[in-house]
Each structure stands twice: as structure tokens, then as C-alpha cells.
């Protein structure tokens, strides 16, 4: 069964509930720019690609990769790709992004702790993909299931960001265990001090 917040994303045109989670995001930390380049991992089905476009203007442009099809949008200046983010091949042909997005979520089986494990591997790909394709100051924004490999996430996440932020949007469904840490100023060297 559908809730309220999916229901009313896809009224006004936002294909998900998750477009509201983005939005939520960028009003408080303001993660988006005019002209950035965006790369939007596990995009299907595009609502944070239509909210990214909605941000940086005619002159960025935003990449979404997913294994399932979007639907096409009308702007010209995002492409997708429909693939595995997993697949070296696939990522080395990436350009380099201001801002890096992941709502990645494994196919849960119900069995938390595997489904943690998954999330983290996904949360950790997300980040590999940025050490090779994020300008120097970019940012990611990557999705995790909370668990004790948060932890890991988060202290990987500061070898490579001067300024890391966990967050639970109100968007989020209550039971979920969702969250999303947005890293920010990237620095292409490691901090050997972290």
C-alpha cells in the first residue's frame, strides 16, 4: 500500500517519495549549485535526478545509473546509464562531478543483519566510485542502513572530507533504518592525521 508521501510525489510529477528526502537535504545544507555536474547512483526512478536538474540549471548536467530503466524526462541535460555501479568497465568512463548522490538500497530479505551488510558494501561502492570521479571540494551524499558498520563508513568517510554529516529526514518512514551521510569539502589526498 501506497503512503501519503509516495501518493503525493507521484500527483505532482515526483515518480517518488525519495524526491521529498532530497529536497529536504539541499534546503538545509544547500548541496546543489548552478552548473553542477551530478552523478546520481541507484537513480530509478529519476525523483532525485528531476530535483538535482531543478538546481543546477540548464548549464549542469546530472548522470543517473541504475540497473532498472527510467521513464525519459524532457530536459535535455542528464543522461542515463543502465548498468551495474559495481562494473569497473562501466566507471572508468566516467567524467569527474561536483556532487556525487547515492539512494542506493540492496534487495532486502528481511534478515537485518545481512541486509546491513549490503547496504554498507553498496555505502562503501558509492564511495570508491568518488575517490576517482569527485572534483577536489565535492561532495557525496550516500544512503546507509544504520549498524555498527556505520561506524566504519563514517570513519573511512573522513580520510578523504573535511565536514561529515549523518541525517534522517522526516521524509524517511519511521521504521526504517535509513540514513544519509552527506560528506562534503573532498580532498583528493588523504589526511594521514585520521
Known amino acids: 500500500m ?17 524526491y521529498f528526502k532530497i529536497k529536504e537535504i539541499d534546503q538545509k545544507f544547500k548541496i546543489f549549485q548552478k552548473n553542477d555536474l551530478v552523478l546520481d547512483l541507484g537513480c530509478w526512478p529519476g525523483g532525485w535526478i528531476i530535483y538535482a536538474l531543478s538546481k543546477i540549471g540548464p548549464s549542469g548536467f546530472v ?32 567524467r569527474y562531478f561536483n556532487i556525487i548522490i547515492s539512494d542506493l538500497s540492496p534487495k532486502t530479505t528481511g534478515i537485518r543483519d ?27 551524499l550516500v544512503k546507509t542502513f544504520q549498524s555498527e558498520d556505520t561506524i566504519h ?27 544519509y551521510v552527506l560528506a562534503s569539502e573532498f580532498r583528493d589526498k588523504i589526511n594521514t592525521k585520521s
Not at 530536459?75 to 562501466?90: A, C, H, M
Not at 563508513?153 to 540514513?179: A, D, Q
Open 63 to 94: 548522470t543517473g545509473i541504475d540497473l532498472r530503466a527510467i521513464d525519459p524526462l524532457p530536459e535535455s541535460n542528464y543522461k542515463f546509464i543502465k548498468g551495474d555501479i559495481t562494473n569497473p568497465n562501466l566507471i572508468k568512463k566516467l
Open 2 to 18: 501506497r503512503d501519503k508521501l509516495t501518493i503525493q510525489a507521484i500527483k505532482q510529477g515526483f515518480r517518488a517519495r525519495s
Open 153 to 179: 563508513l563514517l570513519k573511512e568517510l573522513k580520510k578523504y572530507f573535511n565536514k561529515i554529516r549523518t541525517i534522517k529526514p522526516s521524509s524517511s518512514k519511521k521504521r526504517s533504518k535509513e540514513v
Open 114 to 140: 545481512l541486509d546491513q551488510l549490503k547496504s554498507f558494501q553498496l555505502s562503501q561502492q558509492a564511495l570508491n566510485i568518488a575517490k576517482k570521479h569527485l572534483k577536489n571540494n565535492g561532495q557525496l
